[in-house]
């Protein structure tokens, strides 16, 4: 999601005890850094090489023994684009905002000293204006008695500006990569609940989205392998389906009501399954 694209090496093992042993099953997906490698294509997109620069070597190694996942493709460009692309102007605003709040509260966020003197004691005003050049480091000064120091605070509304542009970009951002804010965010404005129950719902329906894309690409590129090296298929027979699916907080409230339930009758929800399917 962060660079468009991702590569994964295929790794198998033979399974060496249970249900099913002897067979060759995944032993894991070993992602590879997207910076250090390039993807060759023909004239219509098709993949046909991943090229690793490590060692300066550009090897070049056969596709089907990745898992190549492509995330907002364009026009069948195997690149993609970024889930932090949207994002990325909010981002950088963001970013100059939180620089100009840093240096206005270091101008400003103290109040403004003014010291007073006597005009015809010129000792005097020396020794003001170098206790109120360590007004910035040390919190007490010491000067003549004559001598008087006053705190001027200077009333301006940047802060409630910049606090105010960082909370909209913010927003911005959360939008950009989940599709909503409010679920993420408190209110205690009358109906702030419903509405970020309905943005819960909009950001699940993205991650819905996306689980059925990350699960079309694993039954092309894994699945089919798997089946393969195992079994071999007549032609009347199909693939196995992988499904996935997001998970939402009212699926996990009625689990834990469920369970719950099966606990005050004495049952577990695993043993009542394995009994059902006995």
């Given at each position: 999601?962060?660079?468009?694209?991702?590569?994964?090496?295929?790794?198998?093992?033979?399974?060496?005890?249970?249900?099913?042993?002897?067979?060759?099953?995944?032993?894991?997906?070993?992602?590879?850094?997207?910076?250090?490698?390039?993807?060759?294509?023909?004239?219509?997109?098709?993949?046909?090489?991943?090229?690793?620069?490590?060692?300066?070597?550009?090897?070049?190694?056969?596709?089907?023994?990745?898992?190549?996942?492509?995330?907002?493709?364009?026009?069948?460009?195997?690149?993609?684009?970024?889930?932090?692309?949207?994002?990325?102007?909010?981002?950088?605003?963001?970013?100059?905002?939180?620089?100009?709040?840093?240096?206005?509260?270091?101008?400003?966020?103290?109040?403004?000293?003014?010291?007073?003197?006597?005009?015809?004691?010129?000792?005097?005003?020396?020794?003001?204006?170098?206790?109120?050049?360590?007004?910035?480091?040390?919190?007490?000064?010491?000067?003549?008695?004559?001598?008087q120091v006053e705190a001027l605070s200077i009333s301006s509304s940047a802060t409630s500006d910049y606090e105010s542009a960082i909370r909209d970009?913010?927003?911005?951002?959360?939008?950009?990569?989940?599709?909503?804010?409010?679920?993420?965010?408190?209110?205690?404005?009358?109906?702030?609940?419903?509405?970020?129950?309905?943005?819960?719902?909009?950001?699940?329906?993205?991650?819905?989205?996306?689980?059925?894309?990350?699960?079309?690409?694993?039954?092309?590129?894994?699945?089919?392998?798997?089946?393969?090296?195992?079994?071999?298929?007549?032609?009347?027979?199909?693939?196995?389906?992988?499904t996935l699916e997001p998970v939402v907080q009212a699926d996990l409230q009625q689990a834990v009501t469920v369970d719950q339930g099966l606990a005050?009758?004495?049952?577990?929800?695993?043993?009542?399954?394995?009994?059902?399917?006995?």
């Amino acid at each position: 999601l962060v660079d468009g694209f991702s590569v994964s090496e295929k790794l198998f093992r033979v399974q060496p005890r249970g249900k099913w042993r002897g067979k060759l099953v995944l032993d894991a997906l070993k992602g590879k850094d997207v910076d250090k490698l390039r993807l060759t294509a023909d004239e219509f997109w098709n993949i046909r090489g991943v090229v690793s620069y490590v060692k300066a070597i550009n090897e070049a190694f056969d596709p089907a023994e990745f898992v190549i996942f492509t995330y907002q493709q364009v026009f069948e460009n195997p690149i993609g684009n970024s889930e932090l692309r949207a994002a990325y102007r909010a981002y950088i605003i963001k970013d100059a905002c939180w620089r100009l709040r840093a240096r206005y509260l270091d101008k400003f966020g103290a109040p403004i000293m003014v010291g007073k003197y006597d005009p015809t004691k010129a000792d005097d005003k020396r020794a003001l204006e170098n206790a109120l050049e360590l007004t910035r480091s040390m919190t007490w000064m010491a000067l003549p008695e004559d001598v008087q120091v006053e705190a001027l605070s200077i009333s301006s509304s940047a802060t409630s500006d910049y606090e105010s542009a960082i909370r909209d970009l913010n927003q911005e951002i959360s939008m950009a990569i989940t599709g909503a804010f409010l679920q993420s965010t408190e209110g205690s404005s009358t109906g702030a609940r419903s509405i970020g129950e309905v943005h819960e719902r909009t950001a699940n329906a993205q991650k819905w989205l996306l689980s059925q894309q990350i699960a079309a690409c694993l039954n092309e590129q894994l699945v089919r392998d798997i089946v393969d090296l195992n079994y071999a298929l007549r032609e009347e027979e199909d693939y196995p389906v992988l499904t996935l699916e997001p998970v939402v907080q009212a699926d996990l409230q009625q689990a834990v009501t469920v369970d719950q339930g099966l606990a005050n009758l004495g049952l577990e929800r695993v043993h009542l399954l394995a009994e059902l399917e006995g």
